[in-house]
């Protein structure tokens, strides 16, 4: 059996190479060890990096921060997990290590045999007894401190305000003005809550941990996709898909039917009543998302409903005077950020008048 010398040198950051001899030796242990049984070939950098942690996690210098580098390594992506186990498994293989930490592994007898391997086990047993237990107590702790959801992190959008929320597994959660999301990410499972508000997720593919939403009454539950949902209040709610597929379900039926599942593809939407049941509902996906730009698309909208999309940015409300027309509607594009300019220039628009009335706004009539 070949052994791989190069591999116990020096732990050195991913992607640098010691000298040219240390490089080849690498590549060449790299090679026996995609060879081992039970081992498929993999990506060659994601196996040096795995190779490069194992060697890194045996120093005696270990540090807090290295244990918290190799857990953020290993959670940032499941080929990270998939290329870290199989080099355990090569390495068992060729009689290196066990697996880690290491505290069982030198008490354990060798697999491979030959005086290199024997003067290796010997150095490293010599090597990690002394702090194969240190080391284990701290890894035990990032791992738990990565993996164990502990309490869950709660994120809010003011009024009027805008938050992006990039998580660990690559998932990014948009809140639009005054929103909330509890959300919580364990090895099994990625679960959120959209405890108010409005909220666009786009969903990073991980088939081993299902992407679920709850809104209350019903659940949202996606793989890889992207959708919006306002929960407009806590009894009604509408999920708009703009990638993807998604799958809403009931968690009881409601006062007209059984819970109810339904599938939403693309540029499909659906109200979520839970005095009605599911239904479809007809919206335009461009003017439902324009708030992750900023922007209120009003096309052809009631002067009513314009005013209490409005009001949703607004801390000082808008009310629409008795003497203007409910029938008036409004078009145009309008920032939801400059929000003194988008009321004046909805006000311009309607020749309606804007003024202050105590702690609200007041759109009435010009006079003649």
């Not at 390594?73 to 066990?98: E, F, K, Y």
């Not at 708009?240 to 009881?252: M, P």
């Not at 409005?310 to 008036?328: F, I």
């Amino acid at each position: 059996m070949e052994f791989c010398g190069g591999i116990f040198d020096t732990a050195r950051p991913i992607g640098t190479t010691k000298h040219n001899h240390g490089k080849a030796l690498d590549i060449k242990c790299l090679e026996l060890l995609n060879k081992a049984p039970g081992r498929e070939p993999i990506d060659h950098d994601l196996a040096q990096q795995a190779d490069t942690w194992i060697v890194a996690l045996r120093r005696e210098n270990l540090a807090q921060d290295d244990l918290q580098q190799f857990a953020g390594w290993l959670a940032a992506d499941t080929r990270h997990q998939q290329a870290w186990d199989q080099a355990l498994a090569a390495w068992q293989t060729l009689g290196v290590i066990s697996h880690l930490p290491v505290d069982s592994f030198l008490h354990s007898p060798a697999v491979a045999s030959g005086s290199q391997i024997d003067n290796l086990l010997s150095r490293l047993r010599q090597r990690w007894a002394p702090v194969a237990m240190a080391f284990s107590l701290m890894l035990a702790v990032v791992l738990v401190a990565t993996f164990d959801p502990g309490p869950k992190a709660v994120y809010v959008a003011d009024v009027g305000g805008y938050q992006q929320i990039n998580l660990a597994d690559g998932s990014v959660i948009e809140l639009n003005t005054d929103s909330a999301v509890e959300v919580s990410l364990t090895p099994d499972a990625r679960e959120i809550v959209l405890l108010k508000g409005e909220a666009f997720f786009t969903v990073a593919t991980d088939k081993t941990r299902p992407f679920v939403v709850d809104i209350g009454g019903a659940s949202v539950r996606a793989l890889g996709t992207a959708f919006n949902i306002y929960r407009d209040s806590d009894k009604t709610a509408v999920v708009a898909v703009s990638e993807g597929i998604v799958r809403v379900e009931e968690a009881s039926g409601s006062s007209v039917s059984a819970a109810q599942s339904r599938v939403l593809t693309v540029d499909s939407a659906l109200l979520i009543d839970s005095a009605r049941g599911l239904s479809d509902v007809n919206v335009e996906l461009e003017q439902v998302t324009a708030w992750r730009q900023g922007q209120l698309l009003f096309d052809n909208t009631p002067l009513p409903e314009a005013v209490r999309m409005l009001n949703r940015y607004l801390l000082k409300k808008v009310e629409v005077a008795d003497s203007v027309a409910p029938s008036m509607r409004v078009s145009g594009t309008f920032s939801s950020r400059q929000k003194r300019q988008t009321l004046l220039a909805v006000a311009d628009a309607l020749e309606l008048k804007l003024t202050p009335n105590g702690d609200k706004w007041l759109l009435s009539q010009n006079n003649p």
